[in-house]
């Protein structure tokens, strides 16, 4: 009988912890796709409700003259919320059918990780648990997306 109670105890306590990571991979995927629709849509409570105020996001580009990768410099909590602004106002939204990818790489405790594939490029995301929500923290991007890297 005792065997049979640890047991229960050990499958039960097994899928306790499956649901509790289930839920947060959902939670992460959930801030992930908010930072995409929010600049995809120009949606700023979506970009305000996904990413914290000391938003840390570094990317590269392709110079089309050049062929070569340069820095974009930094973009802020303030300049995100601005940029979705300036998506909404100009209707100048992501088109149909433009990648929108998000793959949940590594949870532990308080942090995780994750890749998103947009229309711009591909976006490596550091996440922090903030109460019971996960928040963008920083992000390092490359873009343009070559045919390769384009999600299936």
């Keep these: 009988m005792k065997k049979i109670l640890l047991i229960a105890s050990l499958l039960f306590v097994s899928v306790s912890i499956q649901a509790q990571k289930s839920a947060e991979q959902k939670a992460i995927e959930q801030a992930c796709l908010d ?26 580009w392709k110079n089309k003259k050049t062929d070569e990768y340069e820095s974009d410099g930094n973009m802020t909590f303030t300049e995100a919320v601005a940029y979705a602004r300036k998506v909404n106002e100009k209707k100048s939204f992501a088109k149909a059918g433009s990648p929108k990818k998000v793959e949940v790489l590594d949870i532990v405790n308080h942090i995780a990780s994750a890749k998103v594939t947009a229309w711009w490029g591909v976006d490596y995301i550091l996440l922090s648990k903030n109460g019971d929500r996960w928040l963008i923290e920083q992000v390092l991007w490359e873009g343009p997306l070559e045919k390769n890297h384009l999600p299936n």
């Excluded at 120009?42 to 105020?53: A, E, Y």
């Design 35 to 60: 930072y995409l629709d929010g600049f995809y849509e120009g949606d700023t409570m979506k970009i305000i409700r996904s990413i914290k105020p000391s938003l840390f996001k570094f990317g590269y």
